[in-house]
Structure formats: C-alpha cells, structure tokens
C-alpha cells in the first residue's frame, strides 16, 4: 500500500481492541502515522477464545503473521454438529479444506492482540490509561484528523455521533464461557456445535497449537443457556454455584470423545455475557468520524464472526486511507464496500440463532435437514461480495 499523499493529519483510532490494533499495525506499516487511545493501562488478558474466518485471516497475512499464526492457533478443519449424546448430525468443512485460500484460525484472543500488536511500527503512538471523550481533541484537531471510533460494543464514539441507535437487540440467550486444557479430542481441528432440546447450545473448539504439539486440546467453549433457563451468579463470588449451575444444564449430555463435566468444572475463569445486538446503520460515519468493529456493528457470536469483521474493517480502511486523496474519499469507500456487507451478516446472525433454536422441535432426520440449508443459506450471504 502506498501512503496516503496529502493528507496533512493523522488518524485518531479510540479503542486498542482486536480492529483498533489491526488498523494501527496496517497503517503504521505504510507509513500513515496514528495516535490510538486505549481506556485500559495494558492490554487486556481477558477473554479466552475466537475465531478468525479466512477473509480476515488474509489481513492478517498482509501483515506478516502467517508463520506466528500458524505456530499459535489451530487451523479449523471443521464444525461438527452432534446432539447431546455426542452423535454426529452434519459437518460443514471450513477453511483451506473447503476451498479458501488462508485457513479459519482459532486461537485465544489475548493471543491474537498481542501478535498483531506486536507488528504495530514505531508511526503508532499508544496512550494507554487515556479514556477518549470528545473534548479529548480540539476542534481543529477535530476538523483535520481522520478519527475512528474502534472502542467496542459500548461505544462512546457510536453514543456521540447517532446517540439514538444505542438501543440492544436481544438474542433471548446467556453466554456462559470458559477455557481449559484437556486430552486432545477428535482430530484436534474440530469445532463441536452441541445442540440440547431444551433450547441449550455448547460450542467448543481447540484454541492452541502448542497445546495440540503436546498430545492435548486447549478448549475454547461457550454455553448458550436461554435466559428463561439461566440464572445471573456473580462469577466472583459464587464461582462454585455458577459451575454447578452449568454442569446441572447438562447432566444428562454425554460425548464419547470429551469429558463434559471435566470441561466445565476445571476451567479456571468463567464469562456470563448476553447475547445482543443493534440495528445495521446505514452510515458509520460524520464529518471524519468513522466506527469499525463492534461500534459499527456488534452482531450475535453466532457465526464465529465478531473478530472477523473489526479485521476485515481495518484492513479495507487502511487500504481505503491509503489509497484516497483525502480522508473523507477514504471513509466514504470504507463505507460502501463495508456497510451492506457487514448488514447482511448482521442479519444472517439474527437469522441462524432463530433457525438453530426452532430446529430443537424437529425429528433428527428433518433436523438434519434444516442444519444443510442453515449452513448454506449462512455461507451464501456472509460470503457474498455483492
Ligand atoms: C476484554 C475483552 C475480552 C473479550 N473476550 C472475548 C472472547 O473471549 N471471545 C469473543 O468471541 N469475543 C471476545 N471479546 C469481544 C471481541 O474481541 C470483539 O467482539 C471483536 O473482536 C470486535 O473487536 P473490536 O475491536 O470492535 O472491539 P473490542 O475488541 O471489544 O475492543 C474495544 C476496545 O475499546 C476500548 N474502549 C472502549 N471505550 C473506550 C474509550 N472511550 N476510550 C478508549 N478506549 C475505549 C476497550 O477497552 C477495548 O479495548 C472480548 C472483548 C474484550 C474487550
């Protein structure tokens, strides 16, 4: 990419998560210098899990971090949806095995940052600790400095610029999650979707390339509990009720090839999240202010794609900042390359969730059935380029 030409500002980015750092490692790689604010003092060693679809995987590449990548997280082979005895429904191949040219990459998302901001260069400069409002900048910084509002599903950039879209959709579900080593199960690619009748989803797949060199699966998992089902414990506090909360949910599963109880129980931290999200918006931006990542547009962890898109936001803006005469050719390329893309997904998301959830009813035969066309339906749109 050559640098942009004659821009005379830089480019503010608010927020130091998975699309902020990524944009800052593009743009200071070409030259584009970058100020980028970060409310935490370091980077955050929360967070266990994610997936990186191969879009975003090719961003990364641009980077540099094919090798690190590689030798971090796991290539997925595949998702493999079994009911809760563990029995094989349908498997969907992912990644370099179903035709793309980079691989679907998990891998623990502290990891992740820290290998991306590893390769930010020295046109970066970081201001950790800095919690960015709008009188963090004065007006005429304003007025000519690109700014990217990448902080995040509470976005005060987003709050600033359209403050009546705040609003949250809910996907009626808890996500409870958890991480821990376990004897390597399956063929140490595999991402399980279990599926309960009661409503209750387990997702689990191996986030760590060393862990797999040494025989064993370092397990990402997520259960999906509907919120009529869930009960709110403070992780703090009441860590042991929470796990026994969970295992209770699932007393009756039993794999073969994963220890449920195991997983569940020895797992050293826990998250209770809630499924949300907002409405697509049909701009992202004003004046030269611009959201990526879950600012733009947080979308439910359905389709393994939250990450995805912030990476793949960064690097189409970085291309586009590079590329335009000024920033606001730039955010306007941005915009139309990215906005019906990421609202498809966003709907797609909405869309699984609801399938996924009335497949319960259905005999195994149609439920396979269904699981075919959801997949299909699901690549078609968040594959689309039109
Ligand atoms: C600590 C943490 C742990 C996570 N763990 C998981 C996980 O285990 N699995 C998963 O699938 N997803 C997880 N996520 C969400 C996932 O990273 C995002 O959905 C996705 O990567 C989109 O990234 P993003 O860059 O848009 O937003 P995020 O990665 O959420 O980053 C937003 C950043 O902006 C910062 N910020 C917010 N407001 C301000 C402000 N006013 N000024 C300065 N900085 C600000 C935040 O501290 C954060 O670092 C986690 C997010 C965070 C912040």
């Not at 942009?4 to 998975?18: F, L, P, Y």
């Not at 509002?149 to 809910?170: E, W, Y």
């Amino acid at each position: 990419m050559a640098a942009i030409s004659d821009c005379s500002g830089k480019v503010v980015i608010i927020g130091a998560g998975i699309g902020g750092v990524t944009l800052a490692a593009l743009l200071s790689s070409s030259g584009v210098k970058c100020d980028i604010y970060e409310q935490r003092t370091t980077f955050s060693e929360d967070g266990f899990g994610l997936n990186i679809q191969p879009e975003a995987v090719s961003v990364l590449y641009r980077l540099g971090l094919a090798d690190k990548l590689n030798s971090c997280g796991i290539q997925t082979r595949v998702h493999r949806y079994v009911d809760h005895s563990g029995n094989l429904l349908f498997e969907e191949v992912r990644g370099i095995e179903a035709g793309f040219d980079t691989p679907q990459v998990s891998i623990s998302r502290s990891e992740l940052h820290n290998l991306i901001f590893s390769n930010v260069k020295t046109n970066a400069a970081f201001h950790f600790g800095k919690k960015f409002s709008t009188d963090t900048l004065c007006q005429a910084e304003w007025a000519k400095n690109l700014i990217v509002g990448a902080d995040g599903i509470h976005s005060a950039m987003r709050q600033n610029l359209f403050p009546d879209s705040m609003q949250l959709n809910s996907g009626t579900m808890t996500l409870w999650r958890g991480m821990t080593p376990m004897p390597k199960f399956l063929d140490g690619r595999t991402m399980i979707i279990a599926n309960g009748d009661d409503g209750i989803r387990l997702i689990a797949y191996p986030v760590s390339k060393p862990h797999d060199l040494r025989g064993e699966s370092l397990i990402n998992w997520v259960l999906l509990v509907p919120i009529s089902l869930d009960k709110p414990f403070d992780i703090t506090t009441h860590r042991v009720q929470a796990t026994n909360f969970l295992l209770g949910l699932i007393k009756d599963w039993h794999f073969d090839w994963l220890n449920l109880q195991t997983l569940i129980s020895t797992s050293k931290t826990l998250m209770r999240t809630s499924m949300v999200d907002r409405n697509p918006l049909d701009k992202w931006s004003h004046d030269q202010c611009v959201l990526i990542g879950d600012a733009a547009h947080p979308m439910f962890p359905i389709g393994a794609n939250g990450a995805t898109q912030s990476i793949i936001d960064a690097g189409t803006l970085a291309t586009a900042i590079c590329e335009s005469p000024d920033f606001k050719t730039a955010i306007a390329k941005f915009e139309q390359i990215r906005i019906p893309a990421v609202s498809r997904i966003v709907k797609a998301n909405r869309e699984m969730n609801l399938r996924e959830l009335a497949s319960q009813a259905l005999s195994p035969q149609e439920r396979v059935q269904e699981l075919v066309i959801t997949t299909a339906n699901y690549k078609a749109e968040t594959t689309r380029t039109n």
